[in-house]
């Protein structure tokens, strides 16, 4: 587990870490499915065909997916914080990218740079929750959080 995250996970605030943390969840998991609503118009925008559109999110899921493993080793590497805020900032990046985008390959381009900031959120989320909440209480943090990002995707008007 990460270093950065003291044994002593009593004397830490836990309500404001979590809260921020679930926001960012929220946000890489409302993006792996958001694609759906705006694929027709896409496919309309840029002249090209639902195999094509496919991508966005194939290549969303794909890069996230090869994400997830590899965040255990950058979690040794850095400290939470480090890691999420680098997290949250290549996902923004991939969000500008991607609402700058005047093409197709640069509209994936974006969304692959947002999977790759996105695929290191869920698994972090999962450490500190671990690192933060003693075993008995583990099961209920995490089913917090499953509450509160199923939730926040019920409140999206998409």
């Not at 692959?112 to 075993?135: C, D, E, K, T, Y």
């Amino acid at each position: 587990m990460s270093s950065s995250i003291p044994a002593q996970a009593g004397s830490i605030k836990k309500g404001p870490i979590m809260f921020i943390m679930i926001i960012g969840a929220f946000l890489a998991t409302l993006n792996q499915t958001i694609m759906s609503v705006a694929t027709p118009e896409l496919m309309k925008d840029f002249d090209i065909t639902a195999a094509t559109a496919q991508w966005l999110t194939t290549g969303y899921l794909l890069v996230n997916g090869v994400l997830i493993p590899i965040t255990a080793y950058l979690m040794q590497r850095f400290t939470t914080r480090e890691l999420f805020q680098t997290a949250m900032i290549v996902f923004l990046g991939g969000t500008i990218v991607s609402a700058l985008a005047g093409d197709f390959p640069m509209l994936l381009t974006g969304r692959l740079i947002q999977a790759a900031g996105a695929g290191i959120i869920m698994p972090l989320l999962m450490n500190v929750i671990l690192s933060l909440f003693p075993p008995e209480k583990r099961g209920g943090a995490m089913g917090l959080v499953g509450l509160a990002i199923i939730l926040l995707r019920q409140l999206d008007p998409h």
